[in-house]
């Protein structure tokens, strides 16, 4: 039983790694606009599929897709961001709305495309196993946990040294007093949908390489972004690698030791704890990164 849960807990630890992947676009665009892109979940299925498109079609590593999937999906990110920004009024149940709408239309340009069936990557690395002692892993899982981290203290780094992190922090702040400074909110505010578009690139090429893909798939990936980023306090870049590696620990146990069916009811009875006993999130008002 120990060694059990001690592999539960190291599967957790893994797949933390990739939710954080997703959540940390979703995170970033609601610091700073404070928007839920209910579109986030299909974004990140897209570059999925594409990575699968390359690996069917041509016969190379879903990897090489990166590139492409990266203007994709960015492209569709900034074309996102331009109708949120026609909204005038009440923009944040109007935009939830809207990308409501286009998360419904990507999903049947999906389906239109790659149909309903059920994929997964056949590249032989990836589904080889790693063994560390008694406990395992498929190659995938710990080389995208390693470039989850990376992308993570990239971003970190970004949103706290570079001129550009430093605008989104304070549109995020204070949207008036960043136009004072010189900064203009509507190209910080694109550009935050542009880095949420690179981030959804590589979670998804991530997704389709550690686990199976399907076109409703989309909805489940947006709601766990959104359940990471409350979690995490909005903005949090630490609090979104913390609340990912909880939540995955949590489904992990609950699957070993309990039932796979209630994988997704875990993870909300966890949103709503934290949400009653810290409603500023793991990592507080003063802790946040943007």
Sequence with gaps: MFELILQALFSGLLIGGSYALIALGQALVFGNMKIVNLAHGELVLLAAYLAYSCEIWWGLNPIVAIPLAMLVVCV???SIYLMVDKIRLDRE???LLLTY?????LTNVILLIWK???HASGTPWFQEALVIKNLYSMNSEWFFFLVSMLLLLVCGWWLRKSWYGRAVRAVASNRDAAKL???NPRQTEMLSFVVAGLLATFAGVALFSTTFIQPELGNLLT????IITVLAGVGSIPGVFLASVLL???ESLTITLFSSSLQELTGMVLFLLVLFVMPNGLFGQKRRAA
Aim: aromatic fraction near 4%; charge should be neutral.
């Design 116 to 118: 309903s069936d059920v």
């Design 181 to 183: 400074m010189g900064v």
């Design 223 to 226: 709601i766990k972004a959104f």
């Design 76 to 78: 569709l990110a900034v």
């Design 93 to 95: 149940l109007n935009s």
């Design 101 to 105: 709408g286009v998360a419904i239309v």
């Design 248 to 250: 995955g620990v949590v």
